[in-house]
């Protein structure tokens, strides 16, 4: 029976980590190892424990007919901390400061490892709310807003600065940069969002928020609602249209030279999770 | 013991699907859980088979001191033949076929669980192959080719319509669109893509594979090998640019009404990992 258990234990951990904030109910594993109920909640008893010391998450267990298990990804704050701080690292390089003082940083937003810590991060704070979809604005938000979708399991959406032949239908707003003042228009496949979505907004920077606005003016016509805003990084700016937001980075730099950068972890908080505890 | 071995099988499951396609050193696993490599051997053992029977993936190990162990993502021929099924059977709807014969597939290339399957199914055809970058053209090829390089555990880059100021100095080529013989341009950042490396295509649909050939010009640009090209669905056309692509689906809308979609698995071929052998 030893062995069993340790082939029930690997297959559990693999199913829950693709599983993410969906409850699965026990006899779903009890079928699906030919094993008492009994058992199956002691296998769950030390797949908690371990998530827990490791900091991969947080598994309940619901009794009765009814219930289950439910595996939420989380990121401790040990973990949030050093990760931002290797990010940290990682941005505060000159080199990656481009005319106009943006940053590069494709390569970050293109490293699987990096998006998927990134996204257990920004879920973390987002924990316990209730979230349908992910909305992103393209091209370079698409990166973490499928990393966030990924750990929080719903669809994510791609907003677009044109209507593509192959979106169908689309609902477009026009909306307001922060910091040029220009007007621009973005749109959403009509059939890409159902009325009254509970949405969390994700994208790679953020300056004054113009973007952001607009993404809230699209869920509003949608008929939706914006349960928050999760960002990469936030970068220095005199307006600042949004202020209920998390961001992973601060970054500046500098208005003289143009090449010089200070990044600094984001407003991000994690202090909901303790992992070790 | 017995406690012990459970918790490193749990925690283990978890790293290894963390870190696919990099070797593992079983010092690395005897010192995360102070325990005798001989242990670890046998924890390993277990790994593999539960792995093999559920078709997750292959887990080889390697003695010897510069030995370790290596995790490879595959779908197997029963899982692939059931997901890409569902496939067809979600994309066979008249109601997807938009003007033009162009389909509607944003739904699927949001969803964190299809793009999952899809990327670990399109990486099992390049098991064995070094891979050192995946590459997609803006903008909807993106969620596909962060699937499948987080399957390959390497970086993606994207390729864009326009210079960005975000992206620093890149290198454009110009390239001839399959169908519309238009000429177009595409470019990608400069600092992305190092000389020599071994690339891999990935895009969400291909008619005549115009998009595809140009990506293929830009990776010699690059002084970098196309690998292969993966794509989630091959439509029907007339001109075919590229001859040696793998494809999860084949799509033909009806040249006469534009209504009718005919949706048929593609040319994937999973043969080279059979689960429960």
Chains 1, 2 share one sequence.
Do not use: W
């Amino acid at each position: 029976m030893k062995t069993r258990r340790a082939d029930r234990l690997v297959d559990m951990t693999h199913y829950l980590l693709e599983h993410p904030r969906v409850l699965v109910s026990l006899n779903f594993f009890a079928e699906r190892y030919e094993t008492a109920k009994s058992s199956i909640s002691e296998d769950l008893a030390i797949v908690r424990r371990v998530f827990k010391s490791r900091g991969t998450g947080d598994l309940k267990t619901y009794p009765g007919a009814a219930g289950g298990v439910y595996y939420t990804p989380m990121m401790g704050q040990v973990e949030a901390a050093d990760f931002v701080n290797s990010v940290c690292e990682a941005v505060s390089d000159e080199s990656r400061v481009l005319p106009g003082g943006y940053v590069y940083l494709s390569d970050l937003l293109g490293d699987p490892a990096v998006l998927r810590q990134t996204g257990r991060l920004l879920t973390t704070e987002y924990v316990g709310q209730e979230i349908d979809a992910v909305m992103t604005a393209a091209t370079k938000g698409i990166p973490l807003a499928q990393a966030v979708a990924s750990e929080l399991n719903v669809p994510f959406v791609i907003v677009r600065d044109d209507a593509k032949v192959t979106e169908g239908s689309m609902i477009s707003v026009n909306y307001l940069t922060g910091s040029s003042k220009r007007v621009e228009k973005m749109a959403l496949s009509k059939r890409s969002l159902r009325s009254g979505a509970k949405v969390l907004i994700v994208d790679d920077f953020m300056k004054a928020g113009g973007t952001i606005q607009g993404m809230q003016t699209l869920v509003r016509e949608f008929g939706g609602t914006v349960v928050g805003t999760a960002v990469f990084a936030e970068g220095r700016s005199n307006v600042r249209l949004i202020e209920d937001f998390t961001s992973l980075l601060h970054v500046e730099t500098s208005p003289e030279t143009k090449t010089q950068i200070k990044v600094t972890p984001g407003n991000f908080d994690t202090r909901i999770y303790q992992e070790k505890a």
